[in-house]
């Protein structure tokens, strides 16, 4: 039989047949190989330290990485029985403990145990950047008022960019926008309001839903509802680029260790996020502490000696032009060895330097290290 | 309706089904509404421009039909009646915006008080696509190279036809209803292809090209004046990938979709990246627009009078009379400019087609220097300054505004600025990555694949593909990014 795209011909039933075992094998690999059994925050948190977020004194849910209305509902409850607030914000340090132990607890909660007048609130989400701050706090204050805000800088977090509509849920949902005077604030909720309203899934730039975005809820949900291995697709991608990361890291010999160089565009951003949320924060009467987090001083940090030293310039400097801002350097606060190791990203095998995340102790040293900058 | 989409893997396997089931003439009817379907699942109410723009043609051409040569007056106007539906909805729809936006502008400039109010209107996706099909087929029969069509069931499916009617390959007419009206009968070589085109695409589209998606959005959305040259280097290249993987795609699952149904259509793509000349990537980068272009537009504009239409892709051939010089620079300057406009309604597609008659007028010239080069190393020469200006075209065409495309070039061309690393490393691995696989696949297909067919290894190879095709494609199918050419 003549082959239609000009290759040597096989037997057309043949390959019907090649493609249709190819396909239920493309199956059984997606339902095995990407089970997606593991959200790809955990699994790129790795085995060795654990998610734990902070409760209140009656285990009271005062903690959220996602901000649904539950978390909405439980924080304006907690918040009702106490006087004042002060609002945490936070990445992966905050909700997570290196070689984690029944009974330890983040470094929020330690702080909620010693302050019982003061209603501790937090929101961390992993690899956080300022900008994601900036509309948390925004949006905080809206709800809450705290009188004051917490501010983590790391310097991680200025490589990171954008809005993850995932951990701003009842943000995103509630279509809210904040007030703004500065073009990033405007950009920012250009992106809130397309994480609202998202494009119509049909390519439609109207808001208005297509018959295609109906058929393709309602085939999506049909599938979700009875197969697992639709349901798992969010995470398997997850598991998937988590492979790619590691092959990219095999490939180049990249580890937790290795120099990452600051990238301006997002840099700048970052910093002018900060710089906002103070402004923010001073015209509503909050008081703002930020602070350089707890990093291993050990060993050398994964950053370009000059641009960290820049950075911690830029942010102390930042901080200094509001009156409202307390500024601290905790950056050496924890000893090395309560950091942790983390399982290998370099195709070793080895473990590697956590150079994030510590274990019970650092948080008790970071909570000692606060209290006494979270009262007036 | 989008072909990312479980919507549509479910409407094509009903489709197809119900085709194959179904005799002859109530198939072509049944298609006929199933494409209509498939156009109102995005919007219903835009299928009245199709039919307006359709049944104005299969008028219009029996009209031009009927009517001796003698009546050249009458044959004329009725040609000018569906050049101006056509063009006259193209403008209304897809140029009125820019047109209001550009004299308002200039009301401004002249310190006039004039304004033009704005009109909301929305774009029909796929309208650029159907109008040139239905004016190439009316031109067709004017020129006498084509009999109209007097079924209208025939006609109708050339225009309406869903794998191709949102962003093509343009189709002609006589390609299409030839097969028609030979009545394919169902063919397993067609379904394994088509199936096969099918998994192409889809692959194509959701693994490759929307994951690339977020980081060119990144990218471009970037102060310029943060970038090196560099970076813009990387920033076309990721683009370039995008877009083709993108286009390809849909092309590959319109031809599939269309072989499935027993049906061929023309080829659209064929390794772009890999020509070592303009006139060559213009024969392997939308093939059925280059082509189009030649015979309705270059031609005609070089003076050349065209006595057939061969349907291959390529612009700048001219057939049997050589125009002047002058004349065929002057055709290539404005067919690129009208070639961008085509695009979209914007001055950064206008420079992107004069970017490209530029790079093609000074190829022209300098083609006798080509003797110079040993033959062998040509290519070694020719590819890498093809690829690159290839490449660096895509900066207009993604940019949102003039000023940001000369900000973009800016960068590049100033020695200050050309060095230097202001994206997340990743983008250029992945940058380097994708070129990478694209020679790799090029190679695979011409050189191993050949060898491969005839060999056992063939059959294990074949499941292999699949399966991870498959796999892949499950994990990401989401319908996120339309096609970028349904903005066209």
Known sequence: MASIDNRPAIQPSIDVLLLLIGSIAGLVVMATVFSGNRSFEEAALGSLTAVHEAQGPQGENTHCQRINEEDQTAFLEFVSKYASTILFLGNSQTHSINQKKEGEAVYPELIQKRLDSIAILTHSMPNANLQEFLVSHAWWTEQINPEMVVVPAFMDDLREDGLRGDFLKSIVSGGYQMETSHPLEVKLNEQLDFLTNPPSEAGSESKEQTPQDISEAALNDWLSEHTSVWRNRANARGDLFLGLYGFRNKLFGINASTQRKMIPARYDRNLKALDLLCTRAGENGQRVLVYIPPIRTDVAPPYDPEEYLNFKRDIESQAQRHDHVVFANLEDIVPGPLWGLKASTDGSGEPELDFMHFQFSGHEILANALIPMLTP | ?488
């Open chain 2, 1 to 488: 309706m989008i072909f990312n989409s479980v919507t549509f893997l479910v409407f094509f396997t009903v489709v197809a089904g119900l085709y194959w089931a179904l005799n002859r003439t109530p198939r072509y009817w049944f298609l006929f509404i199933a494409s209509l379907v498939f156009y109102g699942f995005w919007k219903w109410e835009y299928l009245s421009v199709i039919l307006l723009s359709a049944v104005t043609d299969y008028v219009v051409a029996r009209k031009l039909d009927d009517l001796p040569d003698a009546k050249r007056r009458q044959r004329k106007t009725w040609l000018a009646v569906s050049l101006s539906i056509n063009l006259g909805l193209l403008m209304y729809f897809k140029y009125l915006l820019f047109f209001t936006e550009n004299l308002n502008g200039l009301f401004e400039t002249l310190g006039a008080a004039t304004r033009i109010p704005y009109w909301d209107i929305l774009l029909p996706f796929g309208i650029s696509f159907y109008t040139f099909e239905t004016i190439s087929y009316t031109i067709d029969v004017y020129r006498r190279h084509l009999k109209a069509e007097r079924e209208f069931i025939h006609y109708g499916l050339f225009v309406a036809f869903f794998p191709k009617l949102v962003a093509g390959p343009i189709q002609r007419a006589a390609e299409l209803i030839d097969q028609l009206k030979e009545r394919p009968a169902f063919d397993a070589a067609f379904l394994s292809q088509g199936l096969n085109r099918i998994l192409q695409g889809l692959f194509l589209k959701v693994v490759l090209a929307d994951n690339l998606a977020p980081v060119v959005d990144e990218a471009f959305a970037m102060d310029p004046g943060l970038l090196s040259g560099i970076d813009v280097i990387t920033l076309a290249f990721l683009f370039g990938f995008q877009i083709y993987f993108d286009f390809a795609a849909y092309s590959h699952i319109a031809l599939g979709a269309a072989l499935v149904l027993g049906i061929r259509i023309p080829e659209n793509f064929n390794y772009p990246y890999i020509s070592t000349s303009l006139r060559e990537f213009w024969k392997r980068w939308h093939i059925s627009l280059s082509s189009w272009i030649r015979d309705y537009l270059y031609l005609p504009l070089t003076g050349v009078k065209v006595t057939q239409s061969t349907g291959k892709g390529g612009i700048g051939q001219s057939l049997d009379a050589q125009p002047t010089a002058r004349r065929r620079n002057l055709a290539l300057f404005a067919t690129w400019g009208i070639m961008g406009f085509w695009h979209g309604a914007n001055w950064t597609f206008i420079l992107w087609g004069l970017y490209h008659a530029t790079f093609i007028f000074i190829e022209r010239k300098l083609q006798p220097l080509k003797r110079f080069i040993p033959w062998a190393f040509r290519p070694a020469v020719t590819w890498p300054l093809t690829l690159g200006v290839s490449m660096l075209s895509w900066i207009p065409f993604r940019a949102e505004s003039l000023t940001t495309t000369f900000q973009l070039y800016g960068r590049l061309l100033n020695p200050n600025t050309l060095l230097g690393m202001g994206l997340r490393e990743n983008t250029y691995l992945v940058a380097a990555l994708v070129m990478t696989l694209f020679v790799l696949a090029w190679a695979f297909a011409h050189v191993v694949l050949p060898k491969l067919q005839h060999t056992l290894a063939w059959y294990p190879a074949r499941v292999l593909q699949y399966t991870v095709m498959v796999a892949l494609i499950l994990v990401f199918l989401r319908p996120i990014n339309q096609f970028i050419y349904f903005q066209f």
